[in-house]
């Protein structure tokens, strides 16, 4: 799928499904930039070419500025912003959490996604086009025992997108949800220990249960991910707006 001449930015783009995006716009032919809060990541990606990398973090308003603003001087506009960075927060039942793990979790994933749709707004109604895809997750479409305040956030995800799905439809602007499962990778290895300790049963006992409850019976690949992106972001996909597409393999619970 093409994406030539299209300028592309993804927010949390070092690795995991940020990464696939990234490198699944450039690979189409798009301009892409991309920052993350992992330094270190970040310069293993401005490593690869092809990709503007900086440093922010998604919940820091003045690195966000700082970044748009090198994103508006590369790239001179912005045709997909990709508001994906996020957090998974704590596991266990509401009475042992945290009120500053609680904040940190809904910060990562909704102050982050607000400042990008709000910076890409502006300029996608002022060029009458662009695609917004917010990097959700089957958490916010489902409820999720042990983990509430991914779940809340994730939910909140899905109200930003339909709310601006009705703001900016009228000025020719898409806003949609990607609703990815249990993706293979580091992030769901760090997840399933969490949760596993929290529920005090094996990680490989923890693992079987993600897959008991997706009627596929499968884990997710980053790149599955990335390949709905690019197809939102194709003429295929001129008429779809306001939607959560779920890339899960159909999630049946997430309590199994
Ligand atoms: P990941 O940990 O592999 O990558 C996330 C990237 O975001 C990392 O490079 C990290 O440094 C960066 N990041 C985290 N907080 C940041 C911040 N405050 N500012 C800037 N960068 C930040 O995780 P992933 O699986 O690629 O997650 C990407 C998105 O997908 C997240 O919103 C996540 O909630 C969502 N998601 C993941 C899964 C999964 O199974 N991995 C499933 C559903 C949804």
């Known amino acids: ?21 990234a490198r699944a716009s450039r690979d189409a032919g798009a301009h892409v930039a991309v920052c993350d809060a992992d330094g270190a990541a970040m310069s293993a990606v401005d490593g690869e070419g092809g990709v503007i990398a900086r440093v922010a973090d998604v919940t820091d308003e003045a690195a966000m500025t700082g970044f748009f603003d090198a994103v508006a001087i590369a790239l001179g506009g912005i045709d997909v912003m990709c508001a994906n960075a996020g957090t998974g927060g704590p596991a266990g039942p509401i009475e042992t959490l945290g009120l500053a ?37 089957t958490a916010g479409q489902h409820g999720y025992p042990g983990r509430s305040p991914y779940a809340t956030a994730k939910w909140g995800v899905i109200g930003l997108m339909k709310t601006l799905a009705m703001e900016l439809g009228p000025h020719g602007v898409r806003v949609n949800a990607l609703c990815p499962g249990a993706v293979e990778g580091p992030r769901m290895d760090r997840v399933i220990a969490m949760e596993a300790a929290a529920k005090g049963l094996s990680e490989a006992q923890t693992r079987a249960l993600y897959v008991r409850g997706v009627s596929l019976r499968s ?23 306001g939607q959560a597409i779920a890339i899960d393999g159909h999630t049946e619970t997430l309590a199994p």
């Open 219 to 241: 884990w997710v690949t980053a790149e599955d991910v990335a390949a709905t992106a690019l197809w939102l972001a194709s003429p295929a996909a001129a008429r779809i707006s």
């Open 101 to 137: 793990d609680w904040r940190a979790c809904l910060s990562a994933n909704l102050d982050g996604a607000f400042l990008a749709c709000r910076w890409a707004a502006a300029r996608m109604k002022a060029q009458r086009s662009g695609l917004i895809l917010l990097t959700s997750s």
């Open 1 to 21: 799928m093409s994406l030539k001449g299209a300028r592309v930015v993804v927010t949390g783009g070092a690795a995991g499904i940020g990464l696939a995006m």
